[in-house]
Each structure stands twice: as C-alpha cells, then as structure tokens.
C-alpha cells in the first residue's frame, strides 16, 4: 500500500490553499483537460461529415459563429485560473479539435494570449475528422519527445478512431508523461461499444508500461474524454486505477474523479444523469507524502462558471453547448474542463 498525507499534512495544505501562489515555500501547477466539442474551421476538407461545418452544412457554419467559438473556448480556458494558479494550467489536454489550424487560432485569442500556449498535435484517421492535442506554457513545461500511438481492433481492422499522443517532459524540472485520449464512444450502447474503449485502455496501460520500463520513477498521467466513468472496467480493472490513494500499490495508478463523481458531481449531462469521463488518471509517482517533489493535491471540475451553464429548462445547469437540439446556441462545450493541480515544497 502507498502511503498518504497525514490529516495534520492535509489541513495544513487545505488551510493554505489560498495562499500557495504567494507562499515562497510552496509551488502548485495545474495540469487540465477539455472537450472543446467540434472545434472546426469553416473549410469543409472531410468530406460528408465536415459538410456540417461549413457555411452550406446543416449548421451553416460560417465565420462569425466560428470566431464565436474560438471566443467562447478561450474564455473557458481563461476560467481554468485560480488563486493558487494565477497564471493558468501548465498543460491542457485537447480533445475533438478539427486540425492544428484551430488551435493556433485559439492560442491566439486575447482573453488567453499572455500565456503563450504552445502546441502539440497529430491528425488522426478518425472519420469524423477530430483529433486530440495538448497546449503547453513553455515556462512551466518543457517538451522532450512526443508519439503517437493508433488503435488497432484486430477483429475489426477497418475500425478508425482518434491517435493517442503520449508528451514527455520536464513539468518545471521534473520528467513527466501526459498520454492525451478521446476513446471510441458509446454510439451503439454502452455494453456493446465497451470492448472498444476496453481495448483504448489497454493501449494508454502499453503505452504508460512502455514509459515506465524506460525510468520506474517517471510521473505519468492519462487524460482525456474516455467516454467511460471512474468505475467502469476501462478505467478500474484495465488501467486499475483505484477510487482511494491508499488503496494505490506500487506501479499503480489513482483515479481522483471516483469520489467526485460519487458525491454526484460530473462534467457532462445526459437525460438527467451526470457522468464523469473527462478524467486525469496519475501513476502511484504523483501521490506520497513526499512534498520535495510533485504530489497530487486536489481535483476540480470546473463548473462554477454561470455563463458556462445551460440557465434554464430541463437542462438547467448542464453544460452550454454550441447546438442543443439543433438550434444555435453560441454555447461552449457540452463538457466541462476538469483539472488537478500539483504541490511540491521548494527545496
């Protein structure tokens, strides 16, 4: 069993929260995910299913409702500062983004442009056309090597999806892996599309196993829109992540999003049941009570934000999305972002 923070260690850092970016003793950094939902240009350049992104799609997509959502994304992601983070997440990881083109616009948008987000991106063979990605603050993360790794279904070799990108580097100083997700959906049922996101799990596992035969000490984490909750086999058999750090073995990984998702908070809505699948999942490197290096802290979905959620009807409180039932909304994400943020004690 890994060994947890003392309750005395806990109520210090809780008491301390709000005065961590200003404590010289102390360093905290965020490390987030979003679902950005359909983050295309107005150039339709994938055929049948860009044709719904474009001015003469379905959603007769031109360029004002696109600068609308670059505006509302970097918003958003304005939103992801706190008191303990001023300067916003080190990381974000991305997902459902149409190509590079989208971000560098995004990056560049004023509500987020002093932050310098760079960027990380590979086109994936998904048929839908989106990809996930990773903008990074390059005076919090320094990128070392990045790979691209793609689902393969052997029963069904036909079968396309989004890439999984796996980013090393240095998280100020310290050698970290981010393995970036979107997994196959529930299209079709969740019991019958759960081997694909089964499968999705076994390659964020090879790929994280791969990283640490290469340095057994190395801090990995898996993110994305998993398409799956804490709970399911996925996330607590296949990745074995466990619901309570104690319960986290050496080699192991912890999944802070159970508990929350237990006290019936998630980061989307369907049909009046929240679910949780944007996680941050962290290899037993992250948590301890040894504060000289990164450690865990906390977990936050960020929906606290009024302009972010739906405001009235019987999806008060959801996500705003961009459409909801087809009609224009100038909304969000039909995700919130999540995120967790990191301490270590300044040597």
């Given at each position: 069993m890994r060994r947890i923070l003392p309750i005395a260690l806990i109520a210090i850092l809780v008491a301390s929260a709000s005065v961590f970016a200003r404590d010289k003793q102390f360093q905290v950094v965020g490390v987030a995910f979003y679902n950005l939902e359909n983050l295309f240009d107005t150039i339709n350049n994938?055929?049948?299913?860009?044709?719904?992104?474009?001015?003469?799609?379905?959603?007769?997509?031109?360029?004002?409702?696109?600068?609308?959502?670059?505006?509302?994304?970097?918003?958003?992601?304005s939103k992801l500062k706190t008191k303990i983070t001023p300067n916003g997440p080190?990381?974000?990881?991305?997902?459902?983004?149409?190509?590079?083109?989208?971000?560098?616009?995004?990056?560049?948008?004023?509500?987020?442009?002093?932050?310098n987000y760079q960027i990380v991106?590979?086109?994936?063979?998904?048929?839908?056309?989106?990809?996930?990605?990773?903008l990074y603050n390059p005076r919090m993360f320094r990128v070392l090597n990045v790979t691209h790794h793609r689902l393969v279904i052997p029963d069904n070799p036909k079968f396309l999806t989004r890439d999984q990108t796996c980013v090393s580097g240095l998280l100020m100083g310290e050698p970290v892996s981010?393995?970036?997700?979107?997994?196959?959906s529930r299209l079709g049922g969740e019991q019958r599309s759960r081997p694909l996101r089964q499968a999705a799990a076994a390659l964020s596992k090879s790929i994280a196993d791969s990283v640490l035969a290469v340095n057994p000490n190395q801090k990995v984490i898996i993110m994305g829109d998993l398409n799956d909750d804490p709970f399911n086999s996925s996330c607590a058999e296949i990745i074995g992540a466990k619901k309570h750090q104690d319960e986290v073995e050496k080699g192991g990984w912890f999944n802070p999003w159970w508990e929350v998702l237990d006290n019936g908070i998630g980061s989307l809505a369907y049909r009046g049941q929240w679910n949780l699948f944007d996680?941050?999942?962290?290899?037993?490197?992250?948590?301890g009570d040894d504060r000289t290096t990164w450690k865990y802290f906390k977990c936050k979905v960020h929906n606290d934000v009024p302009e972010m959620k739906?405001?009235?009807?019987?999806?008060?409180?959801?996500?705003?999305?961009?459409?909801?039932?087809g009609i224009y909304t100038n909304g969000y994400s039909d995700h919130f972002p999540t995120q967790i943020f990191l301490v270590r004690k300044i040597k």
């Open positions: 994938n055929g049948q299913y860009d044709l719904e992104f474009s001015p003469k799609g379905k959603n007769k997509w031109d360029g004002n409702k696109y600068r609308n959502k670059l505006n509302r994304m970097g918003f958003a992601i080190a990381v974000i990881g991305v997902s459902e983004i149409e190509n590079r083109s989208v971000l560098e616009d995004l990056v560049k948008d004023p509500q987020i442009k002093d932050m991106h590979h086109d994936s063979p998904d048929l839908r056309g989106v990809d996930v990605g990773l981010i393995i970036v997700n979107h997994w196959p996680q941050i999942i962290i290899n037993d490197n992250l948590i739906t405001q009235e009807g019987d999806r008060k409180g959801y996500p705003l999305r961009t459409f909801s039932s």
